[in-house]
Each structure stands twice: as C-alpha cells, then as structure tokens.
T-cell receptor, first 113, second 116 residues
Framework: GDSVTQMEGPVTLSEEACLTI???????????LFWYVQYPGEGLQLLLK?????DKGSNKGFEATYRKETTSFHLEKGSVQVSDSAVYFC????????????FGSGTRLQVQP | DGGITQSPKYLFRKEGQNVTLSCEQN?????MYWYRQDPGQGLRLIYY???????QKGDIAEGYSVSREKKESFPLTVTSAQKNPTAFYLC???????????????FGAGTRLSVL
C-alpha cells in the first residue's frame, strides 16, 4: 500500500543552523505531496505542497522538491529559528481511490537559542 | 473567519461510555475526515465523507461511528467497543477528495480524549 517514511526525531538544532528532514514515499500512482506543521497542542497547518515531479514547494523559508526518481520530498530550511520548533509531517494523496492523506510518523524539531 | 471548529478541546470518557466529538466547518467544503493521532505517531484515518449522507471507513474504523446529516457537520462517536480511545483526534475538510495543489485539506485544533 501507499506509505510515507520520515526520519526519526527529535532533531535538535541551534538557531540559524540548516535543516533537512528526509521524507520518502511509496505510492502506486503519482501522488501529490505535502508538508504539514503541528505546533504544541494545535492542529496541523499546511506548510507547502507539490503536485508533480520537479515541482518545488516553498513557504516561510522552507522548501521541498518533488523528486520522482528517488521518490523523495525532503524538507529544507537554510536558517532555522526558535519559532520553528514543532512537529513536521510529510504526507501524500493520490488522485484516485480513497484520496485521503497518508501521513508519515512526524519529526519533532527543537531549535535552541 | 472561515475554519473548522472542534469541541470540546478536552474530553474524558468513563469505561463503557460512548462519547461524541463535534466537528463543524464553515468553509463550504464537501469532504470531511477524522484522524487519530497517538504520541510519536502519524495520523491515521478513521472515517471520511465525500458528500452529505455518505461516509466511508478508513484504516482504523473499529469502535467508532460517524454521521453526515449536514454539509457543515461531521460528528465522531467513540463507542465502548473502542478499547484504547486515549488519543488526539483531528477533524479535517477539503473542497473535494481529489487532493491537489488547489484542493487542500484544512485541520481543526483537535480534541484530546482521555479515559478515566
């Protein structure tokens, strides 16, 4: 079945460090890919998205590129801030069948001042 | 402001009791979803509804029930048959089930359910 695999956390970084959170997927078709962010005690917010190969999603300094050849959608940011501390979820959806989101297990990011 | 409202924020269930979690949206979305989140895990789909008066089981529907009598409402009942209900429950909605860059899934703030 369809699945998403994320690197395990927590990831602990100092402020202004570079961030990469790895995400790979398995899907029977050509999915749309998403990164969601969850702040403590809250629901999920869409961070960025990509719908086809080589698309780059970007928002708030975060970027991710849809790599069909490696089935990956790694999240990157050049300089993290304390306010970026949260749990990040990679997710996919197919354009046929059930069409709900399939999530990875989430990666907790802790940014220290 | 448009959005998804989940209530209550915290809920406690006694053994053998059914409890209902509310989810209301004013985004005029056709599709609604219920997910369960356990600590350190991703979200798992419980039920989803593409249109009023229709809903489908997700991956972990056992012990749960839903209804979709109105477009804006999708309540989830956690029945006594659900033996491990302690979790964070998230409701979501989208304009349709063909999720794409133009059709994004929006989430409520969640309900945390605990067993007494």
């Amino acid at each position: 079945g369809d699945s998403v695999t994320q690197m395990e956390g927590p990831v602990t970084l100092s402020e202004e460090a570079c961030l990469t959170i790895n995400c790979t997927y398995t899907a029977t078709g050509y999915p749309s890919l998403f990164w969601y962010v969850q702040y403590p005690g809250e629901g999920l917010q869409l961070l960025l998205k990509a719908t086809k190969a080589d698309d780059k999603g970007s928002n708030k300094g975060f970027e991710a590129t849809y790599r069909k050849e490696t089935t990956s959608f790694h999240l990157e940011k050049g300089s993290v801030q304390v306010s970026d501390s949260a749990v990040y979820f990679c997710a996919l959806s197919l354009h046929t069948g059930r069409r709900a989101l399939t999530f990875g297990s989430g990666t907790r990011l802790q940014v220290q001042p | 402001d448009g959005g998804i409202t989940q209530s209550p924020k915290y809920l406690f269930r006694k053994e053998g009791q059914n409890v209902t979690l509310s989810c209301e949206q004013n985004l005029n979305h056709d599709a609604m979803y219920w997910y369960r989140q356990d600590p350190g895990q991703g979200l798992r789909l419980i039920y989803y509804s593409q249109i009023v008066n229709d809903f489908q089981k997700g991956d972990i529907a056992e012990g749960y029930s839903v209804s979709r009598e109105k477009k804006e409402s999708f309540p989830l009942t956690v029945t006594s048959a659900q033996k491990n209900p302690t979790a964070f429950y998230l409701c979501a909605s989208s304009t349709g089930t063909v999720l794409s860059a133009k059709n994004i899934q929006y989430f409520g703030a969640g309900t945390r359910l605990s067993v007494l």
